[in-house]
């Protein structure tokens, strides 16, 4: 009878411990939609959305809009509102690139007039919330909290549904079309389990140091870092034990310029060499020549090429994912993954540097600027155990 409740004080313990987390500081929420453009997603199949008076609307098409990034454990509220009757649209997370004219894998929470706020699996309905219909035209807001395979969903403040079967562990989030107008806003979202590396203002950096370059070439304003012109240098995490971890950024490299993050890279020496550079470039600079597919962006510079370009035109905001797990790299650049490499496999360097084999499996994270006004934001990390 003790050991039955003191289970059922453990359970309770880490429910509250999930569902409290929505008390992480108010600049640990990354907005969505930026309400002036479509920054951060990208379409996919036939799909009409645009901004109208500061909303993001979906217009028409049989697809979905989808994020730029990557989300496993996270907290998102945004507030929507059909334009026509018998609506119907719909949320994914934790959803793949694959499948048509929608996901192949993940979850989606219905926004249909007469399902709503069901979670779907696929085409089939996990949990049927019975819920009177919102009228055409009302603002609804959801908040939808996920946590490796538990999940809970709440509609205008109240719970509607708790589910404990959520796989994979990480995708992409989107919004779902049917030919059915809406209109989205105040779209943000809180990730659990990361550390914002861009803690801090001006030169006053929580977690990052300057490394090498000019000390005044590197600043933090309204939680963007600038690098300006070509005396940057580096600049890096102040402790080195970054080994496994999951790091997630936006970038904006200018036209014609050349900038890089480096992964397991101890302090001294090139870190490209002595560590890896996965590689930010703009991908159709001119200025240095006929590019190699080893320079190009989310490359392991030097030494293993991107699977296909995944970036867009220079002076964007584009988003990056780097996975380091033991041997394992994974980088996905807006979205589409484009290295899964085995760092084990890669025995010879095309350099006179180490193999990959070789390299440090732990070091400093940093961020290297060779030319161009670098700006990087929304970095955060999450260590893995």
């Known amino acids: ?29 990354i907005e ?75 979850f989606q929470v219905n926004l249909r007039s007469d399902a709503m706020a069901y979670l779907v699996r696929g085409y089939r309905a996990m949990l049927k919330p019975k819920l009177e219909e919102i009228p055409m035209g009302e603002w609804m807001k959801l908040r939808l909290e996920s946590k490796g395979e538990e ?45 914002n590396l861009l803690a801090g203002e001006g030169k006053d950096l929580k977690h990052l140091t300057i ?79 006929e590019l190699q597919a080893w320079q190009k962006t989310g490359s392991i510079y030097h030494e293993i090429a991107p699977s296909v370009r995944a970036t867009k035109k220079a002076g964007d905001w584009q988003s990056m994912m780097i996975k380091a797990e033991k041997s394992q790299i994974t980088i996905y650049v807006n979205g589409v993954q484009i290295v899964d490499a085995d760092l084990d496999k890669h025995v010879k360097s095309s350099t006179d540097s180490k193999a990959l084999k070789d390299r440090p499996r732990t070091g400093h994270i940093g961020f290297q600027n060779y030319d161009g006004n670098i700006q990087y934001r929304n970095v955060r990390v999450k260590q893995l155990k």
């Not at 313990?13 to 600049?27: H, I, K, P, R, T």
């Not at 509607?160 to 030919?179: H, K, R, S, V, Y």
């Open 1 to 29: 009878m003790k050991i039955a409740k003191s289970l059922s004080m453990v359970s309770l313990l880490l429910v509250v411990a999930f569902f409290s987390s929505s008390a992480m500081a108010q600049e640990d929420w």
């Open 32 to 106: 969505l939609f930026n309400g002036k453009n479509l920054n951060g997603w990208s379409y996919v199949h036939d799909v009409s959305f645009d901004v109208h008076d500061g909303n993001m609307r979906l217009i028409k098409g049989m697809g979905w809009l989808r994020s730029d990034q990557l989300y496993d454990d996270f907290i998102m509220e945004f507030e929507c509102k059909a334009l026509v009757e018998k609506y119907d649209s719909g949320f994914f997370f934790r959803s793949s690139i694959t499948g048509k004219p929608w996901p192949d894998t993940g």
């Open 151 to 195: 999940a809970r969903l709440e509609l205008n403040g109240k719970k509607i549904w708790e589910a404990d079967f959520i796989e994979p562990e990480m995708g992409l989030i989107g919004i779902q079309a049917e030919n059915r107008a809406f209109e989205f806003r105040n779209m943000r979202l809180q990730e659990i389990g990361y550390t």
């Open 211 to 289: 490394q090498a370059g000019e000390k005044d070439a590197w600043s933090l304003k309204d939680g963007v870092l600038t690098c300006k012109g070509k005396e940057g240098g580096w600049i890096r995490t102040k402790t080195d034990d970054y080994g496994d971890f999951i790091l997630k950024l936006d970038f904006m490299v200018p036209k014609e310029g050349n900038s890089g993050v480096y992964i397991r890279t101890p302090k001294e020496g090139d870190g490209a060499y002595t560590g890896m550079e996965i590689q930010i470039l703009d991908d159709d600079a001119k200025h240095w020549g």
